[in-house]
C-alpha cells in the first residue's frame, strides 16, 4: 500500500523537474550546429549512472536541496539550430532529465510507481488536452521499467491558428531505495525530431553498482 508521505515525495520531485525544464527550454541558446557522430560518456557516481550522449550537447547538473529527498538531476539540453536563430524563430529546445529521489518505503513496486507516477502526470495536465498514448514495460540498464508516452494540447503556444502539441516521455525504474525517472518533453516537431538522439542516449544508459 503506498501511504500520502510516499505520493507527496514523488509528486514534488516532479514539480520540481518541470518548473527546471521550463527554465531550461526558455534560458538555453547555443550557437552551433550538430554533429552526432561525435559521443562522448558522461558518468555520476553520486547518482551511479552513466550514459553516452552527443558531444554538442550540453549538460546541467542540479544538486538536492538541504533536507530533500532529491539526491540529484541531469538535464541534456541539443544545441539550438543557427538556422534558426539566425531566422529569428523562437523555438522551444526539447530538454531530457534525469532524476534521482531517494525513497524512505523499500515496499514500493515498480507497478506502483508507474500508476502513482502517471496519476500525478494526469494530475498536472487536468487542465488541458492530455491523452496518455501507451504505458510498456522495457529494460533500462538491466532494470525493469515502465515508459509512459503522451501528447498535450498546448492553448498558449500555436502553430498558425493551431494549438500547439508537446509530447512527453518519461520512464520510471526503481533501484535499491532510489526512484529514477528519465523524462523527455517538447513541441511535438523539435520532440520528434531529436528523439532519434534521445533514444540512443537512454539505450546506452547503465547504472553503476
Do not use: C
Request: aromatic share 12%; charged share 20%.
Amino acid at each position: 500500500m503506498i501511504t500520502y508521505s510516499v505520493w507527496n515525495l514523488i509528486f514534488s520531485s516532479i514539480i520540481f523537474v518541470i518548473i527546471i525544464q521550463t527554465a531550461l527550454l526558455h534560458s538555453t541558446a547555443m550557437l552551433q550546429t550538430s554533429n552526432y557522430r561525435d559521443h562522448e560518456s558522461y558518468v555520476n557516481l553520486r547518482l551511479k549512472f552513466k550514459f553516452e550522449y552527443p558531444s554538442d550537447w550540453e549538460i546541467q547538473e542540479l544538486d538536492a536541496p538541504a533536507l530533500s529527498n532529491l539526491k540529484g538531476l541531469v538535464s541534456l539540453v541539443p544545441p539550438k539550430d543557427i538556422q534558426e536563430l539566425q531566422a529569428g524563430d523562437v523555438v522551444e529546445t526539447p530538454t531530457i532529465s534525469i532524476i534521482a529521489e531517494r525513497i524512505r518505503f523499500r515496499n514500493i513496486t515498480i507497478d506502483e510507481l508507474s500508476r502513482l507516477q502517471s496519476d500525478n502526470i494526469r494530475y498536472m495536465f487536468s487542465d488541458f488536452d492530455f491523452n496518455f498514448e501507451n504505458t510498456t514495460e522495457i529494460v533500462i540498464g538491466n532494470d525493469t521499467a515502465i515508459k509512459g508516452v503522451y501528447t498535450v494540447v498546448d492553448p498558449f503556444t500555436t502553430n498558425g491558428d493551431i494549438p500547439g502539441i508537446k509530447n512527453g516521455m518519461d520512464i520510471w525504474t526503481i533501484r535499491g531505495d532510489t526512484a529514477y525517472t528519465i523524462s523527455y518533453h517538447g513541441e511535438q516537431d523539435q520532440y520528434f525530431r531529436y528523439l532519434p538522439e534521445v533514444q540512443s542516449i537512454i539505450k546506452s544508459f547503465k547504472f553503476i553498482n
